[in-house]
């Protein structure tokens, strides 16, 4: 089990370090000189040549990325903000919790009703239940989340008025952006999670079980489930780790503080070192949580755990 972490945990490095060299390319490329950004446009051509040198910017390219790597690998620097002169790495943490807690209470949603959704569904197949489960989870999949935050705000704030519009400080307000950012996930959860079901419940060992008497609760909730949970727990997380980088449209349609609002901000205002903070945040986020997940999935799995005992 230590060479399956150790090897799961090596593969990370050349994700993060490709990450990080596609970002910074692409702002290195971005027109405007950070300089004169920092500066304003009516600093002196001196002052900014002189700041030029400061921050290493007539360096050439793989110098200043390799220059950025070391600090952010060695002191956890990944920079200052242009706007506010504070690290990247405040900026960020400032933000992320929000993120984290949207995204977590989606996640939940999604989990709470797509999973017994998709297991009643596999059970009751071609049933009117399963029919109508299906029509949804297609809207769940297919609607713009844009589009839908929009559309539950008309509705639940407008119209009826049950909850504020905006805002993420209380219940009444994190009930709308949860639904809207979990809609998706909800939809995958329940196509997966009845995919699944219907596979396992049409193996041999089901059919062996059900041919010697047992009831069919037990079947399914004994035999049946924990095997078809496992393809499920792989998907929960991979749309976890999307949810926290995907949290952006969400942040921007309910005013929500979040790392996602932050970045489309720095991007207005051209505020590069955290707009590059942030993505690499996000795909460090995103690769724990894999990690995690395949942690999980390998435990549950001992076919996993066995390739690995020497």
Known sequence: MFKY???????????????????????????????RM????QAPQESVDELRQEMGLNDPFFV??????????????IGRSYITKRPVVQEIWAAFPVTLKLSAMAMIIAMIVGIPCGIVSAIKQYS??????????MIGISMPVFWLGILLILLFSVRLGWVPPSGFDSVSTMILP??????????IITRMTRSSMLEVIRQDYIRTVRAKGQRERVVIWKH??????????????????????GAVLTELIFSIPGVGRLMVESIKMRDFPVVQGGVLFIAVAFCVVNLLVDLVYAWLD???????VS
Do not use: C, W
């Open 302 to 308: 001992p076919r996993i755990k066995a390739q690995y």
């Open 5 to 35: 972490i150790f090897k799961r945990v090596l593969m990370l490095v050349p994700v993060l370090i490709g990450v990080t060299f596609i970002v910074f390319s692409m702002l290195y490329i971005t027109p405007g000189d950070p300089a």
């Open 178 to 187: 949860a639904l809207t950012l979990g809609a998706q996930s909800v939809a």
């Open 38 to 41: 920092v500066l304003g446009e």
């Open 224 to 245: 049946a489930l924990g095997n078809a949970l496992i393809p499920v727990i792989t998907i929960s997380g991979i749309q976890f780790g999307i949810l926290l980088g």
């Open 128 to 137: 009117l239940f399963d029919n109508v489960v299906t029509v949804f989870a």
């Open 64 to 77: 200043q990325f390799g220059r950025y790597v070391y600090k952010a690998v060695v002191h956890g620097d």
